[in-house]
């Protein structure tokens, strides 16, 4: 009886939105970086939606959403440390270039090249198959 009376007080997700997406994107612009901002904070009110018909703090709505910003942030951290960087790539280094910055052989330039693009590709197949299965 307690959860209906407390559903029945949320307002529609959208005038939620409306009324949080400032606060939440700044929080998470200070959070992850402006360049990062824009996909955590999808992440976020994406998680919101799903969980918005079970949320039982009608009067604590901008504390609950903010809550999950600060985990989605988090996870964005957590995933940035595992992301390969193909930087001799990125940057446009020749082989002997990057190999000398790294201070190895240009062979293991090519195997770490090639280890951190077959990883990028292999996350993206499991990303797409994520939102496709949605």
Not at 22 to 50: C, H, K, M, N, P
Not at 91 to 115: H, I, K, N, P
Request: charge should be positive.
């Amino acid at each position: 009886m307690v959860e209906r009376v407390s559903r029945r007080r949320l307002p529609p997700f959208e005038r939620f939105l409306e009324e949080n997406r400032a606060t939440v994107f700044r929080y998470l612009t200070v959070a992850v970086g402006s360049i990062d901002a824009d996909d955590v904070f999808q992440e976020t009110f994406l998680a919101a939606l799903r969980a918005y018909p079970r949320c039982t703090e009608a009067d604590r709505l901008d504390r609950w959403i903010l809550r999950i910003a600060s985990r989605k942030a988090i996870d964005h951290h957590r995933g940035a440390a595992r992301r390969p960087i193909p930087v001799a790539h990125i940057l446009g280094f020749s082989v002997a270039d990057a190999a000398s910055l790294m201070g190895c052989t240009e062979e293991a330039v090519r195997a770490s090249a090639y280890q951190g693009l077959r990883t990028l590709k292999e996350q993206e197949l499991k990303e797409r198959a994520t939102w496709t299965n949605d």
